[in-house]
T-cell receptor, first 113, second 109 residues
Framework: ETGVTQTPRHLVMGMTNKKSLKCEQH?????MYWYKQSAKKPLELMFV???????ENNSVPSRFSPECPNSSHLFLHLHTLQPEDSALYLC????????????FGPGTRLTVL | SQQGEEDPQALSIQEGENATMNCSYK?????LQWYRQNSGRGLVHLIL?????REKHSGRLRVTLDTSKKSSSLLITASRAADTASYFC?????????FGAGTRLTVKP
C-alpha cells in the first residue's frame, strides 16, 4: 500500500456527463499531483498543488478542473470530455515539491464514450 | 516535450538473467527516479538518485547516473517472473517532472 488512494478505480462516462475523480493521501505530504497516462504516450503531468496552492497547470484543457480543498485531498472535475481523454489518471503526493519522491495511487481508468 | 527516453522499448529475458534498461534526457535535472508499473495498475516508486550521486543500490536494483552524458541505467539482477512490468524513468527539474515512454520488461519463467 502506498498510502495514496484513488476513487473510482474505473469510470465510463459520456461526453456530456460531469464526473469527479478523487485522490486522498494519508502520508502527511504537502504536494499533490495529477498525471495522465494515455495508451501510447509518456506519462504527462497535468496539475501540481503545493500547500493547497496550484503551482502548475501544464497546458491542460479547461474541461479538466482540479480542486484541492486541503493538503490531503485532491479532486479532478471532468465535464464535456472527448474520447481522446480516455486514459489512466494517476494521483501522486510528495512531502515537498521538487525534491522529494512522489508516491502514486493506483489510478482511475477513464473511458469516454 | 518528452524528457526521459528509455531504451530498449521492450526487453524479454529468461528468469535468472540480468536486465538493463537505459534512460536518456535532455536538460539539467535535480534528480532522476525509476518507477515500475504492473499491467493495469499505478506506478510504484523504485529508486531516486540525485544529480550529485553516481550510483545507488536497493536490493536487486542498481541505478547509475551520468550527468555528463545525461543518461541513467537501471540494472535488475537475478530477474524473476514477478519483475515483468513496464519501467519508467522520470526526471525532475525546476518545477517540472517528465516521464519517458517506458521499457516493457518480460521475464520468462
Amino acid at each position: 500500500e502506498t498510502g495514496v488512494t484513488q476513487t473510482p478505480r474505473h469510470l465510463v462516462m459520456g461526453m456530456t456527463n460531469k464526473k469527479s475523480l478523487k485522490c486522498e493521501q494519508h502520508l502527511g505530504h504537502n504536494a499533490m499531483y495529477w498525471y495522465k497516462q494515455s495508451a501510447k504516450k509518456p506519462l504527462e503531468l497535468m496539475f501540481v498543488y503545493n500547500f493547497k496552492e496550484q503551482t502548475e497547470n501544464n497546458s491542460v484543457p479547461s474541461r479538466f478542473s482540479p480542486e484541492c480543498p486541503n493538503s490531503s485531498h485532491l479532486f479532478l472535475h471532468l465535464h464535456t470530455l472527448q474520447p481522446e481523454d480516455s486514459a489512466l489518471y494517476l494521483c501522486a503526493s510528495s512531502q515537498e515539491f521538487d525534491t522529494d519522491t512522489q508516491y502514486f495511487g493506483p489510478g482511475t481508468r477513464l473511458t469516454v464514450l | 516535450s518528452q524528457q526521459g527516453e528509455e531504451d530498449p522499448q521492450a526487453l524479454s529475458i529468461q528468469e535468472g538473467e540480468n536486465a538493463t534498461m537505459n534512460c536518456s534526457y535532455k536538460t539539467s535535472i535535480n534528480n532522476l527516479q525509476w518507477y515500475r508499473q504492473n499491467s493495469g495498475r499505478g506506478l510504484v516508486h523504485l529508486i531516486l538518485i540525485r544529480s550529485n550521486e553516481r550510483e545507488k543500490h536497493s536490493g536487486r536494483l542498481r541505478v547509475t547516473l551520468d550527468t555528463s552524458k545525461k543518461s541513467s541505467s537501471l540494472l535488475i539482477t537475478a530477474s524473476r517472473a514477478a519483475d515483468t512490468a513496464s519501467y519508467f524513468c522520470a526526471t525532475e527539474g525546476n518545477n517540472d517532472m517528465r516521464f519517458g515512454a517506458g521499457t516493457r520488461l518480460t521475464v520468462k519463467p
